[in-house]
């Protein structure tokens, strides 16, 4: 199969550097070819800006989702976006390989999010009627393809669990997995997580190689997220809420973490 | 009281550049002194790498957080990131103006706070101990100081609510509320979000521009969002798991999102 590895770390012999190449050299072993994007030393444009955008004239008011479907049909992006974009249609399956910073990806990669993510591939595709909501939310350009982030943390994994103080993991990364990767149409394996990474050293790490090894192996057996789709009866259209008979229990939200108002 | 606005938007006649000019005259009407962050016309620098310690010795593996320690510690940071910082510690209260791109900032916002919070100032700060987990999480550098996301979006605000398929607004910024903001000690208010931005308009800026002055005469008298604070009681330390006997029915998360497995 074709993986193509988003990879976000300045130091290649930092940790992830050496689980990226890692998963390059296990997957190549076990038949499947790979591509990189290996974001800094493509020295990738992180900012968003009109520099993407070749036909826009300039003396007009910048509107970047306009520009954005405009480029994209018209063919008129920059080269960098378009080979990011060749690469994700030729994937059948893409890891993000990066370290969690202020509880989310890297600056370059949210870039590579922000710039390849263009209207009318990751948004605006599909019809809107009174039963489904544009091809979104497992549907879309990328439905049939399977993402999995792979990412490190210095934080202890209690913190991140359901009852930690940095929130539970997976809600954390909802807005990229559920809001990033599920919308576009990706299956989304659960992450592989490495916490407290100060004290991954060589004598530990074989043992964190194999983890992520099994996890490589799965990733096209493996059962996804099962995040809810949209256009399949569960939520009401165009409100776009759950409907009332569906999850009648659980309120959801971070309000955990939230003190109780006295009086 | 002392203001600090940091903008990312790439186009200065967009409503986010409309919201952070009225910010400014509102507040400087109402006595108070303003900074402006304008990240995209100060073409600020997104990705963390090596050019952001002059002191690194790049013939050894780069360390970002041992880098930034260093750096902050010794006072060999970069100029525009010792800048920024010095705006942070002027100001009483911070204002973010931005867009939510795929749920989340901007790439050159996340790569403001990537560079700009510095070990030993938003993080690595206070002493550890079996009752006291650094400062942190409403102790820290930034105690005392406000902080508020004004935010702008295409979706429907229904897409955004309790039971909205993007997940509740503040879950989805609780990375940001929560981890970036909290984390090193702002007090942080609801945020300002407005929906479905390409209804707005000439005719009804007004009244948009009207409902974002009461929040901005509120910035230093609304309640904050009650987040629990870390050091007083009701995290065990030093797993920083809720305590037992804290919040013992609300399980929290998106799960909502998530489909039952059958069977």
């Known amino acids: 199969m ?46 968003l800006d009109a520099r993407d955008f070749p036909a826009y004239d300039s003396s007009t008011t910048l509107n970047p989702v306009a520009e954005s479907k405009r480029a994209f049909a018209e ?19 893409v890891i993000f390989q990066f370290p969690l910073w202020w509880f989310s990806m890297p600056a370059i990669l949210k870039g590579w999010f922000d710039r390849v993510y263009a209207y009318g591939l990751a948004y605006g595709v599909g019809e809107h009627s009174d039963t489904h909501w544009g091809d979104r939310y497992g549907e879309g350009s990328f439905a049939g393809k399977r993402a999995m982030l ?7 994994e209690s913190h991140y669990s359901a009852r ?3 929130g539970p993991i997976n809600d954390l990364l909802f807005p990229i997995q559920h809001g990033a990767l599920f919308y576009p149409g990706f299956d989304v394996l659960p992450p592989f997580v490495l916490y407290r990474v100060d ?18 192996d799965g990733l096209f057996f493996d059962a996804p997220i099962a995040f809810r789709r949209q256009n399949f009866g569960d939520y ?5 809420t759950l409907k009332d008979n569906v999850e009648t229990e659980n309120l959801g939200g971070f309000s955990l973490h939230l003190q109780k108002q006295s009086g």
């Open 236 to 240: 009401n259209i165009p409100a776009l």
């Open 75 to 93: 063919g008129s992006q920059t080269v960098d976006v378009v080979a990011e974009q060749e690469k994700l249609i030729w994937a059948d399956a």
């Open 164 to 166: 930690g103080i940095n």
């Open 199 to 216: 004290r991954i050293n060589e004598t530990n790490l074989n043992a964190t190689l194999s983890a992520f090894a099994t996890r490589l």
């Open 150 to 156: 792979s990412i490190t943390t210095g934080g202890w």
């Open 2 to 47: 074709n993986i193509l590895i988003v990879y976000a770390h300045p130091e290649p012999h930092s940790l992830n550097g050496v689980l990226k190449n890692f998963a390059v050299q296990h997957l190549e072993k076990n038949g499947h070819r790979v591509q990189i994007s290996d974001l800094y030393a493509m020295k990738w444009k992180s900012e």
